[in-house]
């Protein structure tokens, strides 16, 4: 017997929040498979940038680039106690809690409610929504999954007001909890040893597609101190890029979006297993597609040829995660990269056509023990190679290498409070690394 399955992606609370292509990808993967075995699947999505029933006065349509990047609607709304010394706005990003309230009034006869989550951070915005959820359908079972539910379990145990909190990846927990709750026996179980036996995740539910993540692995062969990859997926395992190129050319063909962005965290390491084969395909099948890579490429396989493919492919977005020029640092984080590799990636990418502004450079900076020259002298090294420093403020994660580090340097009780990971806190940085100094590198950025 099919089941009516909700899906929930919660609002975001944050002093800052920009939508740099963010969807639900994990989520969405949850609801082809379970369609797949013939479900009925419902979504509501509290980040809609187009949602239809937004009031027209006192909420200004949020600006939106044609590439699917862009604003989110914005609400001022009290702060946490714990973050009642930060004198900056607090938002509640998405639609306002009233829209939300209806959507779940017009779907009184769920079955089952699964919610995602994303940063750990952003649990009050998970917590709002489940609240609401069982005011509105208070016998319906919720269930909570994704990344904050895998990295802080038995906080959101303890606090979410889920009924079930699933940590990890959620393709065979769900169709177990299926079985367990209303005894459904899955009809399609996918084959663990490949991606490509998933389903597409269910893109369709998403209201005017502006663009879309694809993925074509998951995990990362190397390990990172600073990082949570490994969490998430203990294995490297990719897809078959000419599958990846299917897909592409299927939501194309089905939509119309032209822009896309990669959410893997290993796109280009071994380039000849997956990215020059995949964009071959694509060139092969004259797909006339825009890429974004928000989130950090690998700079160590960067060669001549690799960037002429990513120019001539349309790779609009690329942004590589170098994290620091200091020697040391790279050596005890994991040795993913040294600043030679940057010094010639850089290079290689200019000649095939890409220009200094085009070419981002993440930072991390605030990291443990990490001192303001070493920040600006990565910017001064990045520069000199000819790119852009970009920088990504630290956020601590549990489970990582670096975590216990990070409990020592903090004067936060990270440990306690997930909401104290928050970057723009810089909640691990250095005596020497004031929030002046931070300012000071930040405005050095902006003005070249
Ligand atoms: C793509 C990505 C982004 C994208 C946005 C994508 C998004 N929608 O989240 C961009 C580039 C914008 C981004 C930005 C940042 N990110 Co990011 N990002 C990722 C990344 C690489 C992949 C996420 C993803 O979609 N994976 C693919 C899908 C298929 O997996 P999934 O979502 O986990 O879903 C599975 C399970 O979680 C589960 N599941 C999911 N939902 C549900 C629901 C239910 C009910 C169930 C049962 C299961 C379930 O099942 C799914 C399928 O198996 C992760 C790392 C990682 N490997 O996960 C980091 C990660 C989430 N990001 C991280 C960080 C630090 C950041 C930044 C702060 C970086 C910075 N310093 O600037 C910014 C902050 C963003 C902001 N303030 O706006 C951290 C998290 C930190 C934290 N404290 O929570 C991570 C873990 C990386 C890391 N450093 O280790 N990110
Ligand atoms: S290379 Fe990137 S994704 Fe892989 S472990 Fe390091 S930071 Fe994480």
């Known amino acids: 017997m099919s089941k009516k399955i909700l899906l929930i992606n919660p609002w975001i609370h944050d002093f800052a929040a920009y939508d740099f292509w963010i969807k639900p990808l994990g989520l969405l993967y949850l609801g082809g498979l379970l369609r797949q075995n013939g479900h009925e699947i419902n979504f509501i999505d509290c980040l809609d940038p187009y949602h239809p029933a937004m009031p027209k006065d006192g909420h200004k349509r949020p600006q ?12 001022i709304i009290p702060k946490p106690d714990s973050l009642k010394m930060i004198s ?13 309230r209806e959507e779940l009034k017009n779907r009184q006869d769920m079955d089952i409610v699964l919610i995602t989550s ?6 009050p915005g998970v917590f709002e929504a489940i609240k609401i959820i069982k005011e509105v359908l208070p016998l319906v079972p919720v269930v909570l999954g994704g990344k904050y539910a895998t990295l802080c379990y038995d906080h959101a145990v303890k606090y979410s007001g ?25 009809s399609f179980l996918p084959d663990n040893e490949s991606l490509d036996s998933l389903p597409y995740p269910a893109f369709d539910l998403i209201r005017n597609i502006d663009q879309l993540p694809i993925t074509t692995s998951r995990g990362c062969p190397y390990q990172c101190s600073y990082c949570a990859s490994h969490i998430f997926n203990d294995k490297f395992r990719r897809r078959n890029p000419i599958k990846v190129v299917d897909e592409i050319e299927y939501w194309q063909n ?4 032209k822009n896309f962005s990669f959410y893997d965290d290993a796109l280009l390491v071994n380039p000849r297993e997956m990215i020059i084969p995949l964009l071959y395909e694509v060139q092969k099948r004259n797909l006339s597609c825009q890429f974004h ?5 690998h700079l160590r396989d960067i060669d001549k040829q690799l960037c002429k493919l990513l120019y001539d492919s349309g790779f609009k977005t690329i942004r590589f995660g170098f994290e620091t020029a200091d020697f040391q640092r790279q050596k005890q984080t994991g040795g993913k990269v040294i600043n030679e590799e940057l010094s010639n990636g850089v290079r290689h990418l200019k000649n095939a056509g890409y220009k200094t502004e085009d070419i981002g450079i993440y930072l991390l900076c605030g990291l443990p023990g990490q001192s303001a020259k070493e920040v600006n002298d990565s910017i001064e090294f990045v520069r000199e190679c000819g790119a852009k420093p970009l920088l990504a403020e630290y956020s601590p994660i549990p489970g990582t290498k670096m975590w216990a580090e990070a409990v020592t340097a903090s004067p936060f009780d990270i440990q306690k409070e997930p909401l104290y990971h928050n970057n723009s806190l810089l909640p691990c940085r250095n005596n020497d690394f004031s929030y002046a100094v931070y300012e000071e590198l930040k405005k050095k950025l902006k003005n070249n």
């Open 64 to 75: 939106r680039h044609s590439s699917g990047r862009g604003k989110f609607f914005r609400q």
């Open 88 to 100: 900056k706005n607090y938002c509640r990003y998405g639609i306002p809690p009233e829209i939300f």
């Open 118 to 123: 994303m940063m750990t951070y952003w649990y």
């Open 162 to 186: 889920a009924d079930f909190v699933i940590a990890g990846s959620g393709e065979k927990p769900v169709l177990q909890l299926l079985k367990d709750l209303f005894g459904e026996e899955p």
């Open 254 to 257: 089905k939509t119309g979006v």
């Open 293 to 297: 890579c928000p989130n950090g490429l």
